[in-house]
């Protein structure tokens, strides 16, 4: 989420872009650092298979929602489904 314009708190113009805190995108160049799974998994015909995914809050950027995907690529004639991924980061220890 961004704020584009407006008015400050005295009634001045505000022509800037800013994001307001806690609404971090977590992410760096549309890279989700804080989400890591596999590169490759084999599954076999009729199989099916767990992939362990992790999240790390070390890894995103300020307290706010992050949000991401990750990209199946498949050599299947079937539909394969892009599962989301969304962690909250409330605070730092």
Same mark, same amino acid.
């Given at each position: @989420?961004? &704020?584009? !314009?407006?008015?400050?708190?005295?009634?001045?113009?505000?022509? !800037?872009?800013?994001?307001?805190?806690?609404?971090?995108?977590?992410?760096?160049? !549309? &890279?989700?650092?804080?989400?890591?799974?596999?590169?490759?998994?084999?599954?076999?015909?009729?199989?099916? &298979?767990? #992939?362990?995914?992790?999240?790390?809050?070390?890894?995103?950027?300020?307290?706010?929602?992050?949000?991401?995907?990750?990209?199946?690529?498949?050599?299947?004639?079937?539909?394969?489904?892009?599962?989301?991924?969304? @962690?909250? #980061?409330?605070?730092?220890?």
């Amino acid at each position: @989420m961004y &704020v584009v !314009g407006g008015a400050d708190a005295t009634g001045g113009q505000v022509t !800037g872009v800013q994001q307001p805190p806690g609404y971090g995108d977590c992410a760096v160049s !549309g &890279v989700a650092g804080w989400l890591s799974a596999p590169h490759s998994v084999t599954v076999a015909p009729g199989v099916t &298979v767990q #992939v362990p995914v992790t999240l790390d809050a070390a890894e995103a950027g300020p307290a706010g929602t992050c949000t991401s995907g990750l990209t199946a690529v498949t050599d299947s004639p079937h539909a394969v489904p892009a599962p989301a991924a969304t @962690m909250r #980061v409330t605070g730092r220890h």
